[in-house]
C-alpha cells in the first residue's frame, strides 16, 4: 500500500483543516488507518486511528473533542478533520495502515505516507 498525505499548511490558532490520506497500490479496505505527528526535536506520536470499516476509531487525549477522523473507502481515502487549532499542534503529520487493529503505537504499523506540514500561528 503507498500512501499519500496532504493537506496540510499554516493556520491561526483556532482555525482548522482537513488533512486526507490517499491509497494506492491496492484497496484500503481491511487496513487500520492511522495518523501520527512529529514536531521538531520530538518523537512521533499517535493521534488517531480509525478501524477498515470505520465502525471504530481512538484518539489520543490531545485530539479529542477536537479533530475527527474518517475514512471514504470507495475513494480509498482516510481523513482528519482538526478543529480549534493551537500551536502545540504544529508537526508534521503522518498517516499510516496495517491490519492490526486501531494500533497507537509507530511500530504498529507497517505502511506510511510521506507526511504533511501542519504550522498553527497563535
Known amino acids: 500500500v503507498q500512501l499519500q498525505a496532504f493537506g496540510g499548511g499554516l493556520a491561526q490558532a483556532g482555525g482548522s483543516l482537513r488533512l486526507s490520506c490517499a491509497a494506492s497500490?491496492?484497496?484500503?479496505?481491511?487496513?487500520?488507518t492511522g495518523w501520527f505527528r512529529q514536531a521538531p526535536g520530538k518523537e512521533r506520536e499517535f493521534v488517531a486511528a480509525i478501524s477498515w470499516n470505520g465502525g471504530r476509531t481512538s484518539y489520543a487525549d490531545s485530539a479529542k473533542g477536537r479533530f475527527t477522523i474518517s475514512r471514504d473507502n470507495a475513494k480509498n481515502t482516510v481523513y482528519l478533520r482538526m478543529n480549534s487549532l493551537i500551536p502545540e499542534d504544529t508537526a508534521v503529520y503522518y498517516c499510516?495502515?496495517?491490519?492490526?487493529?486501531?494500533?497507537?503505537?509507530?511500530?504498529?504499523?507497517?505502511?506510511w505516507g510521506q507526511g504533511t506540514q501542519v504550522t498553527v500561528s497563535s
Open positions: 497500490g491496492r484497496t484500503f479496505n481491511g487496513y487500520t
Open positions: 499510516a495502515a496495517d491490519r492490526r487493529v486501531l494500533g497507537k503505537s509507530v511500530d504498529e504499523y507497517r505502511y
